[in-house]
C-alpha cells in the first residue's frame, strides 16, 4: 500500500477523497492536512461533513495537521483540495521537500513543465514527470483540470484523434453548487428558484485549458504545447445551477476536415473510446469511458452522474447542428471525475508506470 497525504482534507474536493481514499487497494489514508482552524483535531471534529455516504470509519480518528511538508514526509503521493488562495504556497514547499503533489488547484496549471491531467484523456502528458523522475528529481507538480473543463474534453479528445482537428467549440455549462466548494460555499438564497449566469475565472479556464489539454509536447517531452488559438476557437458561457453535484454542458463543435462525419460516425467513435488508464487496469478506470445516451431527455445529473462511480461521462442529444456541425449535451461528475477522482485515477496511473 502507498501512503496519501490529502490537503484540503475538510473541503468539498477533500471529502471527496476521503471517501474514494478510504478503501482504495493501493492507496492507504495517511496524513490530512487543512487550516489552522482544524489543525490538532479529530478529522471527525474539524469536518463539516456533507456526503451522502457517511464518513468513513478509517478516517474519523486522524488528527488533521497544519500543511507543512514535514508532517508528510513519508507519504508517497499528496492529494490536493487546497483553497487555491494557500495552495501556491504549501504546494511549493511540498514540491521542493521532494514530495509528489497531484492538485485540484489552479496556481500551476499553465506552467509549460507542469502537466494539465485530465487521466481518461491525456495521461500521456504525465511523460513530462517521467522525464523529471528519471533525471534523478524527486518532488513534482501535476495539475488536475477546471471541473468543467474535465467534463467537455472527454468527448472531444476520441473525436480528434478520429476526425481531425476541431477548429471552432461552443460550450453553455450548467454547474452544480459542490463547485463553488464549501468555504462558505453558495448561499441558499442565491441559488434556490434561481440561475446565477456568472461563474468568477472559469469561462477563462475552459476556452484556455482545453487548447493545453488537446496539446501536445515539446520533442524533447518537457514541455506542453498548446493548441494555437487560431486552429481551434473555444467559446464557453458558464451557469451555476440548483443541483449539488454533476456539471452539465451543452456543446457546439465544426470539424476542419470536410465533409464532416456522420452522426452515428460520432456516436460509435464516442462509444469505441477506452482510456488509457482502463487498458493499463488501474482499479478506478471507468469501464465505459463514454456513455453514449440514446433517450431523448439525457443525461440527467441525478440519474446519471454516477455512472461507472463517477469516473464515467456521459454524452446525449447527439445531433446535427444547423450552424457548426454537430451539438450534444455532456455531463460530468465535477467532483469525480472533474477533481478527486481524477487525482485519484491520476495517482493509479504514476503507480502503474512506477513514478511513485
Ligand atoms: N469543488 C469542485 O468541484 C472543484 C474544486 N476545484 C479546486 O479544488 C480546490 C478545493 O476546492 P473545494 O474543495 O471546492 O474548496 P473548499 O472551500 O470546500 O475547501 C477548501 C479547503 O482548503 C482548506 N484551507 C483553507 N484555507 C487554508 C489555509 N490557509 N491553509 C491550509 N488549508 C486551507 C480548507 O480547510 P478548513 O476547513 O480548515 O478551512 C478546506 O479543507 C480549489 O482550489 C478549487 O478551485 C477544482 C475542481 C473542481
Ligand atoms: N469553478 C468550478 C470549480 C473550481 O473550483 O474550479 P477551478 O479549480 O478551476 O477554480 C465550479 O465552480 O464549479
Known amino acids: 500500500m502507498k501512503k496519501a497525504g490529502v490537503l484540503g482534507a475538510t473541503g468539498s474536493v477533500g471529502q471527496r477523497f476521503i471517501l474514494l481514499l478510504s478503501e482504495h487497494p493501493e492507496f492507504e489514508l495517511s496524513v490530512l492536512g487543512a487550516s489552522s482552524r482544524s489543525a490538532g483535531k479529530r478529522y471527525e471534529d474539524a469536518v463539516v461533513w456533507k456526503q451522502t455516504d457517511l464518513l468513513p470509519e478509517s478516517a474519523r480518528d486522524i488528527i488533521v495537521q497544519e500543511c507543512k511538508a514535514e508532517a508528510f514526509k513519508d507519504c508517497d503521493i499528496i492529494f490536493s483540495g487546497l483553497d487555491a488562495d494557500y495552495a501556491g504556497e504549501i504546494e511549493k514547499e511540498f514540491v521542493s521537500s521532494g514530495l509528489a503533489v497531484v492538485s485540484n488547484a489552479k496556481n500551476y496549471r499553465r506552467e509549460a513543465d507542469v502537466p494539465l491531467i485530465v487521466p481518461i484523456v491525456n495521461p500521456e502528458h504525465l511523460e513530462i514527470v517521467e522525464q523529471k523522475v528519471k533525471s534523478g528529481q524527486k518532488g513534482f507538480q501535476i495539475c ?3 471541473c468543467s473543463t474535465a467534463g467537455l474534453v472527454a468527448p472531444l479528445k476520441p473525436l480528434v484523434e478520429k476526425f481531425g482537428p476541431i477548429d471552432l467549440l461552443t460550450t453553455t455549462t450548467l454547474q452544480a453548487i459542490s463547485g463553488a466548494g464549501f468555504s462558505p460555499g453558495v448561499p441558499g438564497i442565491d441559488i434556490l428558484d434561481n440561475i446565477v449566469p456568472f461563474i468568477s475565472g472559469e469561462e477563462e479556464k475552459m476556452e484556455w485549458e482545453t487548447r493545453k489539454i488537446l496539446g501536445g509536447l515539446s520533442e524533447d517531452k518537457k514541455e506542453c504545447r498548446l493548441v494555437s488559438e487560431d486552429a481551434m476557437k473555444v467559446s464557453a458561457q458558464c451557469n451555476r445551477v440548483p443541483v449539488i453535484d454533476g456539471h452539465t454542458e451543452c456543446i457546439s463543435l465544426r470539424f476542419e476536415r470536410r465533409p464532416p462525419p456522420s452522426v452515428e460516425a460520432v456516436k460509435q467513435c464516442l462509444r469505441e ?3 488509457e488508464a482502463s487498458k493499463l487496469g488501474c482499479p478506478s478506470a ?7 445516451l440514446e433517450q431523448n ?10 455512472r461507472d462511480n463517477g469516473f464515467g461521462v456521459s454524452v446525449g442529444r447527439i445531433r446535427e447542428d444547423p450552424v457548426l456541425d454537430f451539438k450534444m449535451v455532456v455531463l460530468s461528475h465535477n467532483t469525480i471525475i472533474g477533481a478527486a477522482g481524477s487525482g485519484v485515477l491520476i495517482g493509479e496511473i504514476l503507480l502503474k508506470k512506477g513514478l511513485i
Open 273 to 275: 473510446y477506452v482510456c
Open 144 to 146: 488536475i483540470s477546471n
Open 286 to 292: 471507468p469501464k465505459n469511458t463514454i456513455h453514449v
Open 297 to 306: 431527455d439525457r443525461p440527467q445529473p441525478r440519474l446519471d452522474r454516477v
